[in-house]
Nanobody
Framework: QVPLVESGGGSVQAGGSLRLSCRAS???????????LEWYRQAPGKQRELVAG???????TYADFVKGRFAISRDHRKRTVDLQMRSLIPEDTAVYYC?????????WGQGIQDTVSS
């Protein structure tokens, strides 16, 4: 069973919106509640970069290039972390990865493709 399962990717025109979701399928609630969660992305030919993060206490951080456009949130009951993306631009085209981190280690999702056309 894959530890982090992403969903919600797809194709959209510039100016549109997408919502990504990531479920920590193997994590029990008590572990999830102390786990920091992040979304990264990797565009073709570029390094993987941090997009947004949310700590176990719901403190959020954003890369400058998504501030005001993206919003990260988490649901402890569902064990999910979502990334709401608005006002998308072609430069947002990438494979998006969910990442979890706690005192016992870290996991990556398999990645999900988002494509923004002009």
């Amino acid at each position: 069973q894959v530890p982090l399962v992403e969903s919600g990717g797809g194709s959209v025109q510039a100016g549109g919106s997408l919502r990504l979701s990531c479920r920590a399928s193997r994590m029990i609630l008590s572990t999830f509640s102390v786990t920091d969660l992040e979304w990264y992305r990797q565009a073709p030919g570029k390094q993987r970069e941090l997009v947004a993060g949310i700590t176990s206490e719901r403190v959020t951080t954003y890369a400058d290039f998504v501030k005001g456009r993206f919003a990260i949130s988490r649901d402890h009951r569902k064990r999910t972390v979502d990334l709401q993306m608005r006002s998308l631009i072609p430069e947002d085209t990438a494979v998006y990865y969910c990442h979890s981190r706690n005192e016992w280690g870290q996991d990556w999702g398999q990645g999900i493709q988002d494509t923004v056309s002009s």
